[in-house]
């Protein structure tokens, strides 16, 4: 049985964005912790938020990934946004600290992130359909 795919808003200052996300273990694990309310970090063209949901590394998780990808840190309980290169990568790719289970995408332009700021109050929260 196909389900609806999950659309959830990130929120914090000076902007918003959606990203609609599959339906994944570790999607599950988030979605029942949502609304939730973080703290912003940044690296390089990546915007990263402590979730307080410990997951798994699914196997099919990835370190390198498109711009736009919505992606869980296992290693550090934390969902990770990157928009451009990251201070590891190589040429202009989105890699990762280490492989993280992907979740979704953003939906539209996620060149929004750039206007997150360290330290920045996130919120998260589904988005009714």
Same mark, same amino acid.
């Given at each position: 049985?196909q389900?609806?795919?999950?659309?959830i %808003?990130?929120?914090w200052?000076?902007?918003h #964005?959606?990203?609609?996300?599959?339906? =994944?273990?570790?999607?599950?694990a +988030?979605?029942k912790? #949502?609304?939730?309310a973080?703290? /912003?970090?940044?690296?390089?063209e990546?915007?990263?938020?402590d =979730? $307080?949901?410990?997951?798994?590394?699914?196997?099919d998780a990835r370190?390198?990934v498109?711009?736009?990808?919505?992606?869980?840190?296992? !290693?550090? !309980?934390?969902? /990770? #946004?990157?928009?451009?290169?990251t201070?590891?990568?190589?040429?202009?790719?989105?890699r990762? /600290?280490?492989?993280c289970n992907?979740?979704g %995408?953003? !939906? $539209?332009?996620p060149?929004v +992130? /750039?206007t997150?700021?360290?330290? !920045?109050?996130?919120?998260?929260?589904?988005?009714?359909?």
């Amino acid at each position: 049985m196909q389900t609806q795919p999950i659309r959830i %808003r990130i929120s914090w200052p000076s902007g918003h #964005l959606t990203a609609t996300l599959d339906d =994944t273990p570790t999607t599950q694990a +988030l979605t029942k912790a #949502l609304p939730l309310a973080s703290t /912003a970090h940044t690296w390089g063209e990546e915007v990263y938020f402590d =979730t $307080g949901i410990s997951v798994s590394r699914e196997t099919d998780a990835r370190q390198v990934v498109e711009p736009g990808t919505v992606a869980f840190w296992s !290693d550090g !309980d934390a969902v /990770a #946004l990157p928009y451009g290169p990251t201070p590891i990568s190589q040429g202009d790719e989105c890699r990762l /600290a280490s492989p993280c289970n992907v979740l979704g %995408r953003v !939906d $539209g332009d996620p060149h929004v +992130l /750039a206007t997150v700021r360290h330290g !920045d109050p996130i919120r998260v929260e589904i988005v009714d359909a």
